[in-house]
């Protein structure tokens, strides 16, 4: 039989190479799991549904109204703080969509000229709020991201989980088991 005996620190003990080292190893701790989950229900009660993104090379989020454009912008009016971009981009969409109406020419009955060029025009419009909603929603999942990866959250996640560490900030988790069995 032979016995090894290791020194295991936590993270707050470790010299600043080996916290480095920590970090680097365990930089994406916080985003293993569905850390975009707030994120998406947020958008579900806002009236979008988000159904993927890409951080990386694609850089998308591909969503799509629950209901309809109007549906969603009445919600983040009533949801989201006059000071968020996705309230500005609602705003700019009201603006432009009660444009179009009000000023769409009219016959003398006052019914809508041209309805099939109204509802093209609508659409566009509508189809732009999505676009802008979810490059808001790709922004958000970007910071999120960003955030969770960066070296004070992952600290606090080796902190807070209390991790063992080796002197070198190699995290021992599985040899710490390995001395319990």
């Known amino acids: 039989m032979k016995t090894i005996q290791l020194n295991l620190y936590p993270f707050v003990e470790l010299k600043e190479c080996a916290k480095e080292t920590a970090l680097n190893d365990n930089r994406f701790i916080n985003v293993d799991t569905n850390w975009w989950e707030f994120i998406y229900e947020d958008a ?3 009236g979008l549904k988000i159904r993927g993104f890409d951080l990386d090379r694609a850089y ?6 629950k209901a309809d454009a109007i549906n969603c912008a009445g919600l983040i009016v009533d949801n989201h703080g006059e000071n968020t971009e996705t309230y500005q981009a609602t705003m700019n969409f009201w ?6 109406v009000n000023t769409w020419p009219k016959d003398r009955n006052g019914e809508f000229e041209n309805v099939g060029e109204l509802d093209c025009a609508l659409d566009r419009i509508e189809e732009s709020f999505l676009q802008t909603i979810s490059h808001e929603y790709l922004k958000m999942l970007l910071k999120e ?3 969770l990866i960066s070296d004070s959250r992952v600290s606090e996640t080796l902190t807070i989980g209390e991790y063992p560490f080796t002197a070198d900030g190699k995290i021992a988790t599985d040899l710490e ?3 319990q069995a």
């Not at 998308?60 to 109204?65: L, S």
């Not at 603006?95 to 179009?100: A, E, F, L, Y």
Request: glycine fraction near 10%; aromatic fraction near 20%; hydrophobic fraction near 30%.
């Open 44 to 46: 579900e009660t806002a």
């Open 145 to 147: 991201y960003e955030y």
């Open 60 to 65: 998308y989020c591909n969503a799509e109204f």
């Open 177 to 179: 088991k390995l001395a």
């Open 95 to 100: 603006t432009g969509r009660d444009g179009i």
